[in-house]
């Protein structure tokens, strides 16, 4: 434990200062990378210290979990220290200075930009012509890797449904025109709009929150958050299923709008993905901060032309036509 704890700090310390601008400020940072590792003995200190034995599953065991993860943390930071560590270049910076302002700058010049050069767009149309589905065309793996993580977590949900201990085993044989006659009461406008509001805020939120996770975690926190309510998604048509339920109503309620929230969603976390895992593989000829303010502007234009829109769309559909739609199809 102790020499996987080693090798993450001394790689970690190796690509944070390779991204300064001078040596000293190359040391600064790299000392940063105690916080973290103290905090992470502090949580296997308290690990050893709870567990009711050396056997207990969620005691010393678990141990071997948190070793794992370094492991591969520590082959990821190798990789990109391989990629970006120069120490001729490292020692030869005196520049010592951090111009915030021109931070901004770049990162809004990317996200107007449509080529290479950063050449800002000239109207709407050739932003979304030749900047945003560009920049949907560059997420290229993180995309198939979203997708299949999504379908598999769908099929991982019905495989758990169908196990014995796992079962609600609802009641057989219900009628639904009393759930349609409920649903009737609350299809009324200022109800519809709160939940219009409710609805764009749990799902920008969550996706929010995986993205801002995925840059301290290689992308592998789109692949966690967001697919997990697909995993319930399958587990619960199984059940309905399994209850003798007609599923055409669960289809109604999910397929409504679930024909542009699902890529909309697919599509931000594959766009997380791609922005946590660039630092992993930077392209040739440029640096893992040109790389890294590249992906951000891809994934703001992402973000700003069809992930935002998609979800007032899907969230206004949810809100508004969804309830009549699973209405009819109850019989209500």
């Known amino acids: 434990l102790t020499i996987v704890q080693a090798l993450v700090m001394v790689t970690g310390a190796v690509v944070v ?34 567990a009711p034995d050396a056997e207990s599953p969620s005691g010393i065991s678990s141990l071997w979990a948190i070793i794992v993860g370094m492991i591969v943390v520590t082959v990821l930071l190798l990789r990109v220290g391989n990629a970006v560590f120069n120490r001729e270049e490292l020692l030869g910076r005196t ?62 949900g019905i495989l758990v449904g169908q196990l014995p201990q796992w079962q609600m085993h609802l009641p057989q044989g219900s009628s639904m025109t009393s759930a349609a ?19 764009v805020g749990q799902n920008g939120g969550i996706l929010l929150a995986a993205f801002i996770l995925s840059l301290f975690t290689f992308g592998t926190a789109a692949l966690i958050l967001t697919p997990a309510v697909y995993f319930i998604l399958g587990y619960l048509f199984t059940q309905i299923i399994a209850a003798g339920y007609n599923p055409s109503f669960m289809l109604a309620a999910v397929l409504t709008h679930g024909i542009i929230e699902i890529p909309v969603i697919v599509l ?10 660039v630092v992993t593989k930077p392209p040739q000829g440029i640096t893992v ?32 036509i969804t309830p009549q739609v699973v209405v009819k199809v109850l019989g209500g």
Do not use: C
């Open 17 to 50: 200062s390779s991204q300064t601008t001078s040596t000293r400020a190359a040391n600064l940072l790299a000392s940063f990378i105690v916080i973290p590792m103290t905090l992470l003995i502090q949580a296997e200190s308290a690990i050893m210290f709870l």
């Open 95 to 156: 520049i010592d200075e951090f111009n915030l302002k021109a931070t901004f700058r770049n990162m809004g010049r990317w996200i107007r930009a449509v080529d290479d050069k950063g050449n800002p767009a000239r109207n709407l149309a050739q932003w979304y012509r030749q900047g945003v589905f560009p920049a949907v065309r560059r997420l290229g793996p993180a995309a198939w890797i979203a997708i299949g993580v999504f379908v598999l977590t769908f099929l991982g």
């Open 181 to 199: 006659g409920f649903m009737k009461h609350l299809m009324n406008v200022p109800t519809q709009s709160g939940a219009w509001l409710a609805i």
């Open 268 to 277: 931000a976390a594959a766009a997380a993905l791609r922005m946590g895992a």
């Open 289 to 320: 901060g040109q790389a890294w303010s590249m992906t951000l502007g891809d994934t703001i234009k992402i973000a700003l032309g069809l992930v935002i829109p998609g979800l007032l769309l899907a969230g206004f559909i949810e809100a508004f």
